[in-house]
């Protein structure tokens, strides 16, 4: 063991002084020696100047040799801390222990939002591809930041404060969006609900979670239908006593039926401040819970926490789909599931990318509608699943290519 962590740190060595960065090779401890078992933190700018230089493959191979100064490195440099973390990781995967970042104190919408605002405030953030071709609709980092900021000052004015649980059952819109990153602004703890299921699977999620609060809109919009999401709540709810308060956005002029928990959401927020003090967290406090789709049992909670997440999901952006500054990024899953977390949200807005939202489906108005809103937004990155692919392989290949492709750099298909 001794022999493969010295291999193991020459080769770190070799990897950092191909960019010039001083390494300190640990040697063999002797008799009454002690070796600290915590690394020393990388120094600071050292992802910044010189491991941002390294070629993928040096990264990789850096980032299983050394995973402190892979790891640590880019934490200290690509994410914007309170406070500075004192340890990488502390993680035990036979024991369950898993934590990163230690000491550090983060807030994950300052890093989506503040940090793009302070240095290109008018760059689109989102692309929200509507139901109907030809109507999407931007919104700038400075526009994503004030809504986020009155939604999160709305929670707050309603008694929700860090650690309480809110339910967000909204189809992919910027409202859907600012409202995981209002959540995230003042420390609650977000579990979004994909807008398709029944009213007993939001029910079963919300109990299970111990949720205060909904966010909703009064009908969905996808594939030329309405679908009535405040009744869906309505019947939820009936049956979760930690309710206390249902938001109501209104994404279609039909007027829904209001009671008693019901806020409506945009008139709430049109009173609140665009500024809203970030919380700052602990690197392992709770971000979201996501629940499994249930189709082989009971759905399952799984937590993902701040800091770690929100830096694994920026780098796969990064590198996976090679993103480069001024790209559109296209991923067209629904912000319900992990995908639609990781790479229509977090990532992408960590980065400071152009994201698009996909609100309809792969086959409205007919079977071209991903290759026209490739050719019309000018995507760069396309990220889709296959169940959705299979579903288009049974269309003539016309659909694909009257539209021109040509902006397309990367293609990604998530897991099934």
Request: aromatic content about 8%; glycine content about 8%; hydrophobic content about 35%.
């Amino acid at each position: 063991m001794a022999a493969q962590t010295r291999r193991s740190a020459r080769l770190s060595a070799t990897l950092l002084g191909r960019c010039g960065t001083p390494v300190l090779v640990p040697t063999r401890a002797g008799p009454g020696q002690h070796r600290s078992p915590v690394p020393a933190l990388p120094a600071p700018g050292t992802w910044s100047s010189r491991l941002s230089r390294m070629s993928h493959r040096d990264l990789y191979r850096l980032s299983i040799v050394d995973p402190d100064q892979f790891w640590g490195s880019a934490a200290a440099d690509r994410l914007r801390w309170s406070e500075p973390f004192h340890r990488v990781r502390d993680c035990d995967l036979s024991t369950g222990r898993i934590a990163w970042f230690l000491g550090g104190k983060i807030n994950v919408s300052v890093n989506c939002l503040d940090v793009h605002v302070e240095t290109h405030p008018d760059r689109v953030a989102l692309i929200w591809e509507r139901d109907e071709p030809g109507t999407e609709v931007k919104v700038t980092y400075r526009e994503l930041l004030d809504t986020t900021c009155r939604l999160a000052n709305t929670l707050k004015s309603h008694g929700i404060q860090k650690g309480d649980r809110v339910a967000v059952y909204m189809p992919v819109s910027p409202l859907a969006v600012a409202s995981m990153l209002a959540c995230a602004r003042i420390g609650a703890v977000h579990t979004v609900v994909f807008a398709g299921f029944s009213s007993e699977a939001l029910a079963g999620r919300i109990q299970d979670a111990q949720c205060k609060a909904v966010v909703t809109f009064n009908q969905g919009v996808r594939g030329g239908r309405l679908i009535d999401l405040k009744a869906t709540v309505d019947s939820a709810v009936k049956n979760c006593p930690t309710v206390q308060h249902v938001f109501v956005a209104q994404r279609t002029e039909n007027p829904a039926v209001m009671g008693q928990l019901d806020v409506p959401l945009e008139e709430a927020m049109s009173s609140q401040s665009p500024v809203c003090p970030a919380e700052p967290l602990d690197s392992e406090d709770l971000l979201f819970l996501l629940y499994t789709s249930g189709s082989t049992g009971k759905p399952k909670g799984i937590v993902h926490t701040q800091a770690g997440y929100l830096l694994y999901t920026s780098l796969t952006h990064q590198y996976v789909f090679d993103h480069q500054d001024g790209d559109v990024f296209g991923c067209v899953a629904d912000v319900g599931w992990i995908t639609g977390h990781s790479y229509v949200v977090y990532g992408p807005l960590c980065n400071g990318s152009t994201t698009v939202l996909f609100e309809s489906t792969p086959v409205y108005p007919d079977p071209g509608r991903y290759w026209e809103t490739v050719q019309r937004l000018k995507i760069s990155q396309f990220y889709g699943a296959p169940t959705a692919l299979r579903l288009l392989l049974k269309y003539d290949e016309s659909f694909v290519k009257k539209y021109d492709r040509s902006s397309l750099r990367t293609l990604g298909s998530a897991e099934d």
